[in-house]
């Protein structure tokens, strides 16, 4: 007798959870803005009074237990006791990476979530009608990032984000990519020079060079100071669109390429072949989407953000790139997987 398998009748569950994921999102971001992780991390342990009096909250006690014991059941927090005796502490996660106090903190990028990009994406419907920028910072389609570089706050706090969302993808690929032929590296909208550091750190026989607008050289000087590597890595001022990429065997551009159309990606590959001497590489690290576009929904979210913070801005599959490699003159391509959704697409000269 045959035996059949009955399926589980369809549950509401998933669709309410990312329905109302806003919810969530900004329970965290909230409290990453309140800097709860880095007082806990200092205090180690704070009842719900105690974090009322530090953080100078007039909410109600059962509104504060609320938000308190919402980020417990997240896990961002863990709890001794409940209500008045309750006592609070990071969770693990939080401890390590939610900390502003520790190298290993990434709320940069929630930081900038929280200041810029959850306001902005309240206006995914209009981007999706009309193709153009939602971004508060944006003044015209050819001036993307006018806005943010003309502001030193909103400058900084977007270095920061850059550099926490991305410590991980430069950690992985100083290691994971060969060097052993090459000497010389320029990461060309560098930022505050972090993957330069990375792999100056990871790889003692490699030079590089942090590139970006001049505006951003000192944030990228003081990094390399701080980082001991001077010696092996220098911060230049300039412009990849109007000006030369400084030459290098390797030349990587980090969550550069998805913020431009198709045309000016071409022109910047191209930028990077033309500074690359024979056998170079250039190398791409993004939120690469898989070819099937089934798996890597983070890639295309990213996507999303770019239709909204730059209009034309997109991320883009390994085919898509293999094709434009193609099309500029590289020899051979590959994917290096890093950390979470990321990857180094590579093209060889």
Request: hydrophobic share 40%; charged share 20%; glycine share 10%.
């Given at each position: 007798m045959e035996q059949t398998t009955q399926q589980a009748p369809p549950s509401p569950e998933g669709i309410?959870?990312?329905g109302m994921g806003f919810w969530a999102s900004k329970i965290l971001l909230t409290a990453i803005k309140f800097e709860l992780f880095t007082i806990l991390g200092e205090k180690h342990s704070l009842s719900a009074a105690e974090i009322r009096q530090v953080l100078k909250l007039h909410c109600s006690d059962r509104h504060l237990y609320d938000f308190l014991d919402a980020l417990t059941v997240f896990g961002f927090l863990d709890r001794s006791g409940i209500w008045h005796e309750a006592r609070y502490t990071n969770g693990l996660g939080a401890g390590i990476f939610l900390n502003k106090k520790k190298p290993s903190y990434i709320g940069g990028i929630l930081e900038l979530a929280n200041s810029r990009l959850y306001r902005t994406w309240d206006k995914l419907e209009e981007g999706l009608l009309t193709g153009l920028s939602q971004s508060d910072v944006s003044t015209g389609p050819e001036h993307t990032f006018d806005g943010l570089y003309a502001d030193p706050e909103r400058l900084k706090l977007f270095m920061d984000a850059m550099s926490g969302i991305n410590m991980g993808n430069f950690n992985a690929f100083a290691q994971k990519f060969d060097f052993s032929a090459y000497n010389t590296l320029t990461d060309a909208g560098g930022a505050g020079a972090q993957l330069s550091i990375a792999v100056a750190k990871h790889q003692p026989h490699m030079y590089?060079?942090?590139?970006?607008?001049?505006?951003?050289?000192?944030?990228?000087?003081?990094?390399?100071?701080e980082a001991g590597v001077a010696a092996r890595v220098q911060a230049a001022g300039g412009d990849f669109f109007t000006g030369d990429i400084p030459p290098a065997d390797i030349i990587v551009m980090a969550n550069i390429m998805h913020d431009w159309g198709e045309e000016k990606k071409l022109l910047l590959m191209e930028k990077a072949y033309e500074a690359l001497p024979d056998n170079g590489v250039f190398v791409a690290i993004e939120n690469v989407i898989d070819d099937e576009r089934k798996k890597n929904a983070f890639g295309m979210m990213m996507s999303l953000n770019m239709l909204i913070q730059t209009g034309k801005g997109f991320d883009y599959t390994f085919t898509d790139f293999n094709g434009w490699a193609k099309k500029i003159g590289f020899s051979r391509t590959m994917k290096i997987p890093l950390a979470g959704p990321s990857s180094a697409v590579v093209a060889y000269k």
């Amino acid at each position: 007798m045959e035996q059949t398998t009955q399926q589980a009748p369809p549950s509401p569950e998933g669709i309410m959870q990312i329905g109302m994921g806003f919810w969530a999102s900004k329970i965290l971001l909230t409290a990453i803005k309140f800097e709860l992780f880095t007082i806990l991390g200092e205090k180690h342990s704070l009842s719900a009074a105690e974090i009322r009096q530090v953080l100078k909250l007039h909410c109600s006690d059962r509104h504060l237990y609320d938000f308190l014991d919402a980020l417990t059941v997240f896990g961002f927090l863990d709890r001794s006791g409940i209500w008045h005796e309750a006592r609070y502490t990071n969770g693990l996660g939080a401890g390590i990476f939610l900390n502003k106090k520790k190298p290993s903190y990434i709320g940069g990028i929630l930081e900038l979530a929280n200041s810029r990009l959850y306001r902005t994406w309240d206006k995914l419907e209009e981007g999706l009608l009309t193709g153009l920028s939602q971004s508060d910072v944006s003044t015209g389609p050819e001036h993307t990032f006018d806005g943010l570089y003309a502001d030193p706050e909103r400058l900084k706090l977007f270095m920061d984000a850059m550099s926490g969302i991305n410590m991980g993808n430069f950690n992985a690929f100083a290691q994971k990519f060969d060097f052993s032929a090459y000497n010389t590296l320029t990461d060309a909208g560098g930022a505050g020079a972090q993957l330069s550091i990375a792999v100056a750190k990871h790889q003692p026989h490699m030079y590089c060079t942090s590139f970006d607008l001049p505006i951003v050289e000192p944030i990228a000087l003081q990094n390399i100071r701080e980082a001991g590597v001077a010696a092996r890595v220098q911060a230049a001022g300039g412009d990849f669109f109007t000006g030369d990429i400084p030459p290098a065997d390797i030349i990587v551009m980090a969550n550069i390429m998805h913020d431009w159309g198709e045309e000016k990606k071409l022109l910047l590959m191209e930028k990077a072949y033309e500074a690359l001497p024979d056998n170079g590489v250039f190398v791409a690290i993004e939120n690469v989407i898989d070819d099937e576009r089934k798996k890597n929904a983070f890639g295309m979210m990213m996507s999303l953000n770019m239709l909204i913070q730059t209009g034309k801005g997109f991320d883009y599959t390994f085919t898509d790139f293999n094709g434009w490699a193609k099309k500029i003159g590289f020899s051979r391509t590959m994917k290096i997987p890093l950390a979470g959704p990321s990857s180094a697409v590579v093209a060889y000269k």
